[in-house]
């Protein structure tokens, strides 16, 4: 089920009144609901692929518990890799397989080897990579005795499939997440009213400004050879746009929508447009996979401890693992490994840490150093999405090719001007907020509730009437 | 939880008071259209006892007047710039939905590629688009995926960017609306236009099924309503597509007719009487709707 749908739209109102009104006395009950709910939500997408999901939160669940009577680190090492395995298997089949069939036949051709294809027909299960990553992280936090094991099981199945959050993030750590389902949730208005508030403001983001971001930026993707430079600039920044609001409007949803259910889910993004140095926008860009990664591979790896050696092996391995994550094309390897090398640079110089506040933090406006520094690290940022957006990486190449070419200081031969209003509207708010969680999270708060309510009647009307005449997917539903 | 609901509520009955008011957009799309044959099926204002449909060929080649006053049958020309076999089954349909069946429909045919996926035959939508205020069509254009199905229910799910334009639609020099729907060119014959002889064999393969459905259907609703339905091949600046026609017979049920244009007369291959080599100018559409008058006279 999509958001932006009108199955979506009945949905939550009917799960809201049962949640609150028919369940609220007996919090099991309410969970149990949580856990139906989801697996609506999700089998309205395609319900064969629940048994996926419901067997991976029986296996995770069992382990744990298994992981808490174990006292033998042999065998719990053992479960730990069953889990590992496992999950990363299903994960690996689904995603994976033909990418290594098909490079596997390739390479072997390059020594004169012809060796058949045999791949799959896959169908790759929605939120596959998001709820893999969720379970494991409770696995890996159990192992390392950071986490008791849950011995509720429907607790446990509400924490994996929490429909708010399955598909498409933002990745949950059961330390955060789980804990809430024990506790009887208490509904407050505040809470509830904030919510809706971050609906709102995903809606904007990826009705308005993503799909329609996305119908320039597919045209001139999908017909780059035919268009100027600066036409092929635009339409690389149109799918930078894109991509943030499409992702970032998903997470606002999602952490809206849990706040209407009383849960806090950890903030996604922070602005990451507005970083003045790589290893900012890492830290304000998917912050959820960023910080998994971190967690659960780059320290464990030595992190940067250890000698330049090291802390470069480790910077690519993290960042080419987080481009694979995204899916199995070299397009994204490729988009990981520029990243790595934006963020080296930052890393041996010990400046990774350099900008951990807001930028123009006691300002309205940025100094010239900050504003220089933001246009830069966007200018990285445009370039690396170039290979992400990429068919193939001699689509990317060309891409690049032409818009480095003397057609760039033409006039872009398309120009929307109705949607670049609409963007630096977007921007300018996004800027206004950039000190919150969400940008009009206290917008307006402190004015008359006349003109609050008036700017989300704004919104609301924007949104329809830039809205697609189809339910678009979000982007991130294909990682 | 009360304080919650009671602020949904208002937002909620605000949001449908705003929605409202958004109406006068899409109250106002109609007026703005000069073109307005699609709103007069739709108001029951298309009672003809006879009914052109087709894409530029039918609209440039079939002076509906001309018929009116020999045959002394109320003829309206319904024919489509760039209309495909859909949109023709379409305008049927709502013809019948909410006006007097016609005695007869007249179905001029694209030669070559009345079934293939074209560039220049498409389904008019943007005919649609100003009338999307009528539920009737509305629905089609959710049922065909053009609009958000929130639309049955708010104004503000049908207006698109366009409404807010609330200047009228500029009157092109040829206005069907004063010549019965059809759309005749008084321009001079293009003296540079070459004559095709070539043959080209048709290709099935390229055809679109749902086209070809599509015609079987507006067969089938003749049919049922008792219209003759009569086939018409109009001239092109070149020889007659044979290829096609075979194609296109084994398609048609036996109480349909085909009307093909006089392929000896020699008129069909001077350039003067062609705008185009697809398009007669007025002075060929009068002739060859003379032929269309005879064919029609002749049962």
């Known amino acids: ?479 | 939880m009360k304080r919650f609901l009671i602020h949904i509520i208002l937002f909620a009955i605000l949001f449908f008071i705003v929605d409202r008011a958004f109406c006068f957009f899409i109250q106002n799309a109609p007026k703005k259209e000069y073109d307005k044959r699609l709103q007069y099926i739709i108001d029951g204002e298309m009672n003809k006892d006879i009914i052109i449909l087709g894409s530029s060929r039918g609209a440039n080649n079939v002076v509906a007047k001309q018929i009116e006053d020999s045959t002394g049958f109320s003829t309206y020309n319904l024919s489509y710039r760039g209309s495909d076999v859909s949109f023709h089954k379409f305008l049927l349909e709502s013809v019948l939905k909410f006006n007097k069946q016609p005695k007869k429909v007249m179905l001029v045919l694209d030669s070559g590629y009345e079934f293939n996926d074209v560039p220049t035959l498409n389904f008019r939508f943007d005919r649609l688009y100003p009338l999307k205020n009528y539920s009737y069509i509305n629905n089609k254009l959710i049922e065909d995926k053009k609009q958000n199905r929130l639309s049955k229910m708010f104004c503000l799910a049908r207006i698109k960017q366009k409404d807010f334009n609330l200047k009228a639609n500029k009157v092109l020099p040829i206005n069907v609306m004063t010549s019965h729907g059809s759309k005749i060119n008084s321009q001079k014959g293009d003296a540079t236009l070459v004559y095709g002889n070539g043959y080209k064999p048709y290709e099935i393969d390229k055809e679109n099924l749902s086209k070809i459905n599509d015609l079987e259907a507006i067969q089938n609703i003749c049919k049922e309503n008792e219209i003759e339905l009569i086939f018409v091949f109009p001239p092109n600046f070149k020889s007659f597509d044979g290829s096609f026609y075979e194609r296109f017979s084994s398609l048609i049920k036996k109480e349909n007719r085909i009307m093909i244009y006089d392929t000896m007369d020699v008129r069909y291959t001077d350039s003067k009487y062609f705008r185009d080599e697809s398009h007669l100018n007025k002075k060929g559409a009068e002739i060859f709707t003379n032929e269309m008058i005879q064919f029609i006279n002749s049962k």
């Not at chain 1, 150093?369 to 966007?378: E, H, R, W």
């Open chain 1, 1 to 479: 089920m999509l958001f932006n749908s009108l199955d979506f739209a009945v949905f939550l109102p009917i799960v809201f009144v049962l949640y609150w009104f028919v369940t609220q006395k007996n919090l099991k009950l309410q969970n149990a609901l949580l856990v139906i709910a989801s697996y609506v939500f999700y089998g309205w997408w395609d319900w064969r692929f629940l048994f996926l999901i419901v067997f991976s939160s029986l296996l995770d669940y069992s382990i744990g518990v298994l992981l808490y009577k174990e006292e033998s680190l042999s065998k719990r090492k053992l479960l730990l890799w069953v889990s590992i395995l496992v999950n990363l298997g299903f994960l690996g089949f689904f995603k994976y397989y033909n990418f290594f069939v098909e490079n596997f036949v390739e390479a072997f051709s390059l020594f004169g080897q012809k060796i058949s294809k045999n791949t799959l027909n896959i169908i790759l299960p929605v939120g596959i990579s998001f709820y893999t990553f969720q379970t494991l992280s409770y696995t890996i936090d159990v192992y390392k005795k950071k986490l008791e094991p849950t011995k509720d099981l429907i607790s446990f199945l509400a924490f994996v499939s929490f429909f708010p959050q399955l598909v498409a993030g933002p990745i949950e750590r059961a330390t955060n997440l789980l804990p809430q389902f024990y506790k009887k949730r208490v509904f407050h208005y505040s809470k509830a009213v904030d919510g809706c508030r971050q609906i709102l403001w995903g809606f904007f983001k990826k009705i308005v400004i993503a799909d329609n971001c996305a119908h320039y930026a597919n045209q001139i993707f999908n017909n780059s050879g035919e268009y100027s430079g600066s036409t092929l600039l635009l339409g690389a920044v149109f799918f930078t746009f894109q991509i943030y609001c499409d992702f970032s409007g998903y997470s606002d949803i999602a952490i809206g929508t849990s706040r209407l259910f009383g849960f806090t889910l950890k903030q996604n993004f922070a602005f990451p447009y507005f970083s003045r140095d790589i290893a900012e926008f890492w830290r304000r860009w998917h912050i959820s996979l960023s910080t998994w990664f971190r967690d659960y591979l780059y320290i464990p790896l030595g992190g940067s401890r250890g000698g330049t050696l090291m802390k470069i092996r480790n910077t690519f391995i993290i960042f080419l693992v987080s481009g694979f994550w995204h899916g199995a094309n070299w397009t994204f390897i490729i988009w990981g490994f520029l990243n790595a090398l934006y963020f080296l640079p930052l890393l041996l110089a010990k400046k990774n840490r350099t900008h951990l506040n807001v930028v123009a933090q006691d300002t309205m406006l940025p100094n010239f150093k900050a504003l220089f520094s933001m246009l830069l690290t966007f200018g990285l940022t445009v370039f690396a999405w170039i290979f992400f957006r990429a068919e193939s990486l001699a689509h990317a190449l060309n891409y690049i090719k032409g818009v480095f070419s003397k057609s760039l200081l033409s006039l872009p031969s398309i120009r929307p001007t109705n949607l670049i209003v609409l963007v630096v509207f977007f921007i300018c708010i996004e800027w206004l907020g950039r000190r919150q969680k969400y940008a009009i999270e206290t917008l307006l708060l402190k004015r008359h509730r006349a003109l609050r309510w008036s700017f989300y009647m704004v919104l609301i009307v924007l949104i329809f009437v830039f809205s697609s005449n189809i339910e678009q997917e979000f982007i991130y539903f294909q990682f």
